[in-house]
């Protein structure tokens, strides 16, 4: 799949504007994947007028414009079609059927999330800052939502050593929140990648936090939750990211809070770590176990 043609990615605006017969966009995301092509699904379930309404513009001529607005802003539109989507992301069924991006996108990107509380205690922020480092000197991404705390505290030392991060914002890629992140937000979309799944102007809300942590999740390799209280949107990220069979590791500091945590502790793919070295090894060891699965399944596709 290389970048679809403007008709298409049109065609899937239009089909999330319109929504027709009540979908979801989970379920117009299953139904332009299965055929592969938004256009095809937009004319088999909206049939065609015989004339437009007097006054009513045209869906996808107005869907074509908006995406026009949006790349005259700098707003660089994915769709689930697109090649150069996140592969990873693709096989959630969370995965966002449109993606905004600002830097530089890779089909497969080798990131970690490193998530947490917004009210951190001096030690989590060291920990965040920590392995955000040590994930850079390793060519590991690292993959935060750009919250204050310890998301604030990963991407800054990601950047600081000279390494990828990815932001995964909760509101439209045009809004900065919270508002002190805003020079760091300008950083991310210039040296790193900066991605929302909301359209560009679209404000935070409640329900886009816990829609931003699935895509998070379904982006990155694994989830490190270094310091999160029992209603976090990490303890969100963790539960999803089980779900998604991706490996969740909890430092101590997690453990030992939060009944949610400890909840956790036992259940397939779940690590807990003692400290930033700890937390390394367990990281090290997924991305090599990964390594090996994947020249394996190429070794057989090659066979």
Do not use: C
């Amino acid at each position: 799949m290389d970048t679809v043609s403007l008709e298409e990615r049109a065609a899937l605006v239009a089909l999330l504007q319109a929504r027709p017969a009540g979908m979801s966009w989970s379920d117009i995301t299953a139904e332009v994947l299965g055929a592969g092509s938004a256009l095809a699904v937009w004319e088999s379930l909206v049939p065609p007028a015989l004339m437009a309404p007097p006054g009513e513009a045209d869906p996808l001529e107005s869907a074509a414009q908006e995406i026009r607005r949006w790349e005259d802003q700098g707003d660089n539109m994915l769709t689930v079609l697109d090649g150069a989507y996140p592969a990873r992301l693709r096989e959630v069924h969370e995965a966002p059927p449109v993606l905004f991006a600002r830097g530089a996108s890779f089909t497969h990107d080798n990131a970690v999330s490193v998530v947490g509380s917004r009210k951190a205690s001096d030690r989590g922020l060291d920990i965040a800052a920590g392995i955000a480092a040590e994930l850079a000197a390793h060519k590991v991404t690292v993959l935060s939502g750009l919250a204050a705390g310890i998301d604030t505290a990963a991407h800054r030392a990601a950047l600081d050593a000279g390494g990828r991060t990815v932001a995964i914002i909760a509101s439209g890629i045009n809004k900065v929140y919270p508002a002190a992140n805003r020079e760091l937000h300008a950083e991310i979309a210039e040296r790193g990648l900066l991605l929302s799944q909301f359209w560009p102007d679209a404000p935070p809300q409640k329900h886009t936090f816990l829609m931003r942590n699935a895509t998070m999740s379904g982006y990155g390799l694994a989830t490190v939750v270094v310091e999160a209280g029992e209603h976090s949107g990490a303890r969100a990220q963790a539960r999803i990211a089980v779900g998604h069979g991706r490996p969740v590791i909890l430092t101590d500091l997690v453990v030992d809070r939060n009944e949610w945590a400890r909840a956790l502790v036992g259940r397939p793919g779940v690590h807990v770590a003692g400290g930033l070295r700890e937390v390394l090894d367990i990281i090290g060891g997924l991305i090599s176990a990964g390594s090996s699965i994947e020249a394996a399944l190429r070794r057989l596709v090659s066979a």
